[in-house]
């Protein structure tokens, strides 16, 4: 029952789905707008329960082999000296994003079209039919919007974006940064009020990443165009010559791979609508913010696959248990904290206060509290079985 099954976007959240509907005897097929999958961005944290779903995919032993090993966040001063240092205990494995999405997508099975998007869905009782930008039309019993933030599926199904996002205040972007910057296995961040810049430096790669922050109220701008996004950053940085903003800037702004949004979350009374559900980043985007995007994504898409399994196809059944299921992890994981206010204080006075706390062990203290406040506690990963 269901078998034929849609999902928009080859991220974590639709490999994992893809992965676990192919080993249930699902036929998945996966559509991403990308030419082929995007492996961008800065170390995502696996965690928690997400460590045990990546296990029963057999790819842990080589998720810890490829971990970004980052100690902690150092913030420094204009002359480039370090103020403070927090180590950040994990109680999982910070890994590249690009190295887990290259590694999901060469143990997924499914049938995959690059290089296109959904364009309309028309639901039936017995089906979806789908149209796509590049003008033809199939038929699928479900379809999954695992396509992120700006999901198309979600606007198409559920209605317009501003009914679900909910808009953080902040503006972010990661891009590849000149090779020697920074200082291996660190962040290294710079503040000025109301924004900060730093640098990502994974122990397994010799690429250094440059990533900025910057409060606001909301802008106006178009998601897919990077353009746009490059001049949002550069009138936010370009005027600010100090520290190693300038090669970063310039390092960033030649990047093809450059990335750029809003710090939002989003918010919906539910994730499914007749045929249609979501998962991952479309349906719940906790943001960069809570370090816990990856380990929504990995988990939900292992529950939603493992309960329409369950349901032998039956939709109705596996979305609302799905959602049930999910739910209460998001709620906690999507309460990001003082996370934002600490990393870009508002004011000069702001980061000197900042800067203080994080030499006394007591701020350090917090900030390792609040990362083993994540610990995945009793929960425990439901077992489906296998066709
Ligand atoms: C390039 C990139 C870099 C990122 N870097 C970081 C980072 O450094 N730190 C961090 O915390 N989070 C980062 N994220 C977000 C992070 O991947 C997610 O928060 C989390 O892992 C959940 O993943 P997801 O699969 O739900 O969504 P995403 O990882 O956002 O994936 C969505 C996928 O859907 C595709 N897509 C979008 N629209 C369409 C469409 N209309 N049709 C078909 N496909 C579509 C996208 O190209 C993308 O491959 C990044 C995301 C991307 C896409």
Same mark, same amino acid.
């Given at each position: 029952m269901n078998g034929r099954i849609l999902i928009s976007g080859a991220s974590i959240a639709g490999l994992?789905?893809?992965?676990?509907?192919?080993?249930?005897?699902?036929?998945?097929?996966?559509?991403?707008?990308?030419?082929?999958?995007?492996?961008?961005? !800065?170390?995502?944290?696996?965690? !928690?329960l997400a460590i045990d779903v990546v296990e029963r995919m057999g790819i842990m032993p080589r998720v810890r082999a490829a971990a970004a090993d980052v100690q902690g966040m150092?913030?420094?001063?204009?002359?480039?000296?370090?103020?403070?240092?927090?180590?950040?205990?994990?109680?999982?494995?910070?890994?590249?994003?690009?190295?887990?999405?290259?590694?999901?997508?060469?143990?997924?099975?499914?049938?995959?079209?690059?290089?296109?998007?959904?364009?309309?869905?028309?639901?039936?009782?017995?089906?979806?039919?789908?149209?796509?930008?590049?003008?033809?039309?199939?038929?699928?019993?479900?379809?999954?919007?695992?396509?992120?933030?700006?999901?198309?599926?979600?606007?198409?199904?559920?209605?317009?974006e501003s009914h679900f996002i909910q808009h953080k205040d902040?503006?972010?972007?990661?891009?590849?940064a000149?090779?020697?910057?920074?200082?291996?296995r660190w962040v290294t961040m710079y503040n000025l009020p109301g924004k900060m810049a730093g640098i990502y430096r994974s122990g397994n790669h010799p690429q250094a990443k440059a990533y900025f922050i910057f409060?606001?109220?909301?802008?106006?701008?178009?998601?897919?165009?990077?353009?746009q996004h490059k001049r949002l950053i550069s009138q936010a940085f370009a005027s600010e010559p100090t520290w190693r903003i300038k090669e970063l800037l310039a390092a960033a702004l030649a990047d093809p791979g450059f990335y750029f949004d809003a710090l939002s979350q989003v918010r919906m009374p539910s994730w499914s609508?007749?045929?249609?559900?979501?998962?991952?980043?479309?349906?719940?985007?906790?943001?960069?913010?809570?370090?816990?995007?990856?380990?929504?994504?990995?988990?939900?898409?292992?529950?939603?696959?493992?309960?329409l399994a369950a349901a032998s196809g039956d939709h109705r059944i596996a979305f609302s248990r799905y959602e049930d299921a999910h739910r209460p992890l998001v709620r906690q994981k999507q309460q990001i904290g003082p996370n934002v206010r600490l990393m870009v204080p508002?004011?000069?006075?702001?980061?000197?206060?900042?800067?203080?706390?994080?030499?006394?062990?007591?701020?350090?203290?917090?900030?390792?509290?609040?990362?083993?406040?994540?610990?995945?506690?009793?929960m425990r990963l439901p077992d489906y079985a296998l066709a």
């Open positions: 994992t789905l893809a992965y676990w509907l192919a080993r249930h005897g699902f036929h998945p097929t996966v559509i991403e707008r990308a030419p082929r999958p995007r492996v961008g961005g !800065n170390g995502i944290d696996v965690q !928690n150092k913030f420094v001063d204009a002359r480039d000296r370090a103020i403070a240092r927090i180590t950040l205990p994990t109680g999982g494995v910070e890994v590249m994003r690009g190295d887990l999405v290259a590694m999901l997508h060469e143990i997924t099975d499914a049938e995959y079209v690059f290089g296109d998007s959904i364009r309309d869905l028309s639901q039936h009782a017995d089906g979806v039919s789908v149209s796509f930008d590049r003008g033809h039309t199939r038929r699928f019993d479900l379809v999954v919007g695992a396509d992120g933030l700006h999901s198309a599926v979600r606007r198409l199904a559920f209605g317009p902040h503006y972010f972007a990661f891009a590849d000149g090779t020697a910057l920074g200082e291996d409060r606001s109220g909301p802008l106006t701008f178009e998601h897919r165009d990077v353009e609508s007749g045929r249609v559900a979501l998962v991952g980043d479309a349906a719940y985007c906790a943001s960069p913010a809570s370090g816990a995007g990856a380990e929504l994504a990995l988990i939900g898409a292992y529950r939603l696959a493992g309960e508002k004011t000069v006075g702001g980061i000197r206060v900042r800067d203080a706390a994080a030499r006394l062990p007591l701020m350090r203290a917090m900030a390792a509290a609040e990362r083993l406040m994540r610990a995945k506690g009793s």
